[in-house]
């Protein structure tokens, strides 16, 4: 209200931008320092992190429920739709949001939600817009400008994290050698213990929302909502952009033969191959198996038990002991 330079479109577009960014740093808290939403009873129950609806910095906060925060959020998404009006920016200026944006944001916290009939429609406004997906073969997915980008606001896999990362081989192994092209373009075979991520390392790799993110957003949504026909297509779709012609025509008949049990577990394992290293891992874990993982470094091993509390990261002792309401 208090914004008195720029048109009406400018000032409605600055706000919009406002809300969603209120909205996705809500979202990303709460799937961190939260536990998931479909794993618990009553949302309203289970505290996670304080909302901050306010620029008074000295305003002591407490811990408000995962409930509260995924309403706050909806809340958020709603309000910024009535705002934005920028429908793509420039490439250069596309880490702001656009009109699609708050579907590509729906998209995935209906999902987180297991409010699938809601991701489902999400999915299918944003693909009604932006469908192609990326020639791999010429371009990234994750970079800030390819085909696919729809809001290129954060970096994942800095320069920092792409020095010191290794993929793992039982990762880089899921990938048929033969005809899945992004095990040789994701990847880098230094050695056959040094593999290396080649959508990282440079601000050029910025992404948010892509649309490889949405159809498997969509193909999950939909085969829990049982339309595995819808499931199936958003799937290969994918896969077709992703696998040779003869991978790919074997993959489509194996999944179309398969039980819904069985393509969950092609979705699972496609989304994992499909965004590795672009920040989804850890929250897809969390919000559907949550298995145990083994990790070994320099001959320690380390357990991640299955529904492992340690999946909800703790609140850090110092935010702790600078605001004691923080604690419970």
């Not at 208090?2 to 209120?22: P, S």
């Not at 929302?209 to 999950?220: D, K, T």
Request: aromatic letters at 12%; proline letters at 3%; hydrophobic letters at 35%.
């Amino acid at each position: 209200d208090n914004i008195t330079e720029g048109t009406k479109e400018e000032i409605d577009q600055l706000v919009g931008e406002a809300y969603m960014l209120r909205a996705y740093m809500h979202f990303l808290l709460v799937n961190l320092y939260g536990e998931p939403y479909t794993a618990l009873a009553d949302p309203y129950a289970s505290k996670a992190v304080p909302l901050k609806l306010d620029t008074d910095p000295y305003n002591v906060l407490s811990r408000n429920t995962v409930g509260e925060i995924y309403d706050q959020i909806i809340s958020d998404m709603n309000s910024a739709e009535a705002y934005l009006n920028v429908e793509q920016w420039d490439t250069g200026y596309n880490y702001r949001f656009n009109t699609i944006s708050v579907d590509a944001l729906r998209s995935r916290v209906y999902l987180y939600m297991g409010r699938w009939d809601e991701s489902l429609a999400a999915s299918r406004r944003v693909l009604d817009v932006k469908s192609t997906l990326s020639d791999i073969s010429t371009e990234l997915p994750n970079r800030y400008n390819s085909v696919e980008n729809i809001v290129a606001l954060e970096q994942v896999m800095t320069s920092y994290y792409h020095r010191a990362g290794r993929v793992s081989s039982e990762l880089f192994n899921s990938y048929d050698a033969a005809g899945d092209l992004r095990r040789s373009r994701y990847y880098d075979v230094v050695t056959p213990s040094n593999i290396m991520v080649n959508k990282g390392g440079s601000n050029e790799y910025t992404c948010s929302f892509r649309v490889g993110e949405i159809y498997m957003n969509g193909a999950e949504a939909a085969l829990e909502a049982d339309d595995l026909g819808q499931a199936r297509n958003y799937l290969l779709t994918v896969m077709k952009s992703r696998y040779t012609a003869d991978y790919y025509a074997e993959r489509e008949v194996a999944v179309n033969a398969m039980t819904k049990d069985e393509l969950r577990e092609e979705i699972y394992a496609e989304r994992r191959r499909e965004l590795a290293f672009e920040g989804h891992r850890w929250f897809d874990l969390r919000r559907t198996t949550r298995p145990q993982l083994t990790k070994t470094y320099r001959n320690e091993t380390y357990v991640l038990e299955q529904n492992d509390s340690r999946y909800t990261v703790r609140i850090p002792s110092d935010a702790v002991e600078a605001n004691p309401n923080l604690a419970s």
